[in-house]
């Protein structure tokens, strides 16, 4: 390919703007393979898909690629800015779970909730519990276990249960990046997570599996997960099935090289290391100015 960036030892370079929640998949697989099989090098740069959309629309950051882990915020980043963003792509999906540590005090009791003999929502109130979840005005997962924490309420008739496990949506004693809770989990400074099971899978977390009815994994509840909702920064998040997006923005400096990048996404290959990481790979779906996306991109199937 020509015209792409170039490094200082001559290998084309691609930038990718990522979700918090791929950073492991992407610098331990989906980079590394992708530059075996064609000679390009993607510098990934992680945290939550808010801030990283907020970032493109202010100029602050213009990656080659953008992929993110909800699909209406690359959707309201080019609705409201179609200048930086004109289209968008749907291609993976994933799960909420809660991973506990396996040196937590409370760790045979974890196992035994993720045997069916104790209920999650028991464990998580007991004395004590550490909590680790994304802040939720920056990081879709972190609105999305407020989320699967309304619906289980209304499934298991527990009142205030978001209250009694978080205190408040954006309490700074339990937030913390993608990265700290994986690392803070796996060293045992916190007791349990909720975390996607990409991220689950990928570092092989101890994990309690929820029910599909509120895990937002699960297409086929997409109507119960719409009532419920929460209101941050005045933006209303509103419960639906997890859904990853990819994108080019428009004055992407290496276009090119980004659209070898997704083309190897949603290859036979890169689809198999998305399954293989947690995700549930699918194939894309295309909205916005369809004839905006490049040509390798259509191959797999526009619609």
Same mark, same amino acid.
């Given at each position: 390919?020509?015209?792409?960036?170039?490094?200082? @030892?001559?290998?084309?370079?691609?930038?990718?703007?990522?979700?918090?929640?791929?950073?492991?998949?992407?610098?331990?697989?989906?980079?590394?393979?992708?530059?075996?099989?064609?000679?390009?090098?993607?510098?990934?740069?992680?945290?939550?898909?808010?801030?990283?959309?907020?970032?493109?629309?202010?100029?602050?950051?213009?990656? *080659?690629?953008?992929?993110?882990? *909800?699909?209406?915020?690359?959707?309201?980043?080019?609705?409201?800015?179609?200048?930086?963003?004109?289209?968008?792509?749907?291609?993976?999906?994933?799960?909420?779970?809660?991973?506990?540590?396996?040196?937590?005090?409370?760790?045979?009791?974890?196992?035994?909730?993720?045997?069916?003999?104790?209920?999650?929502?028991?464990?998580?109130?007991?004395?004590?519990?550490?909590?680790?979840?994304?802040?939720?005005?920056?990081?879709?997962?972190?609105?999305?276990?407020?989320?699967?924490?309304?619906?289980?309420?209304?499934?298991?008739?527990?009142?205030?249960?978001?209250?009694?496990?978080?205190?408040?949506?954006?309490?700074?004693?339990?937030?913390?990046?993608?990265?700290?809770?994986?690392?803070?989990?796996?060293?045992?400074?916190? @007791?349990?997570?909720?975390?996607?099971?990409?991220?689950?899978?990928?570092?092989?977390?101890?994990?309690?599996?929820?029910?599909?009815?509120?895990?937002?994994?699960?297409?086929?509840?997409?109507?119960?997960?719409?009532?419920?909702?929460?209101?941050?920064?005045?933006?209303?998040? %509103?419960?639906?099935?997890?859904?990853?997006?990819?994108?080019?923005? %428009?004055?992407?400096?290496?276009?090119?090289?980004?659209?070898?990048?997704?083309?190897?996404?949603?290859?036979?290959?890169?689809?198999?290391?998305?399954?293989?990481?947690?995700?549930?790979?699918?194939?894309?779906?295309?909205?916005?100015?369809?004839?905006?996306?490049?040509?390798?991109?259509?191959?797999?199937?526009?619609?």
């Amino acid at each position: 390919m020509l015209g792409l960036r170039k490094l200082a @030892d001559g290998a084309e370079s691609i930038s990718v703007l990522h979700a918090g929640s791929l950073t492991t998949t992407f610098q331990k697989r989906l980079a590394p393979d992708f530059e075996r099989r064609t000679g390009l090098h993607a510098e990934g740069e992680g945290r939550g898909s808010v801030a990283n959309a907020k970032l493109i629309a202010a100029g602050v950051k213009t990656p *080659d690629v953008f992929l993110s882990a *909800d699909v209406t915020v690359t959707r309201d980043l080019m609705q409201q800015n179609p200048g930086i963003v004109s289209w968008y792509a749907s291609f993976a999906t994933t799960r909420m779970v809660i991973a506990y540590s396996k040196m937590s005090a409370f760790g045979m009791h974890f196992a035994q909730a993720a045997e069916g003999k104790r209920h999650w929502y028991d464990v998580l109130r007991e004395t004590g519990m550490r909590i680790g979840r994304t802040d939720p005005a920056i990081d879709p997962k972190g609105y999305r276990t407020l989320i699967v924490t309304k619906l289980a309420e209304r499934l298991y008739r527990i009142p205030n249960l978001g209250s009694t496990l978080f205190v408040s949506d954006r309490n700074s004693d339990q937030t913390m990046t993608d990265e700290a809770i994986l690392v803070r989990l796996e060293q045992g400074e916190i @007791d349990a997570a909720f975390v996607y099971g990409v991220e689950a899978t990928i570092r092989n977390l101890a994990t309690i599996e929820l029910d599909p009815r509120i895990n937002l994994g699960d297409p086929h509840f997409a109507s119960a997960y719409a009532k419920a909702s929460v209101t941050i920064d005045g933006v209303v998040r %509103t419960g639906e099935p997890i859904g990853y997006a990819y994108t080019i923005p %428009t004055h992407a400096a290496n276009a090119r090289g980004g659209a070898a990048f997704l083309a190897y996404l949603v290859s036979p290959e890169g689809r198999a290391i998305l399954d293989g990481a947690g995700l549930q790979s699918q194939t894309p779906r295309y909205f916005g100015d369809l004839n905006r996306v490049p040509t390798e991109l259509r191959a797999p199937g526009l619609r």
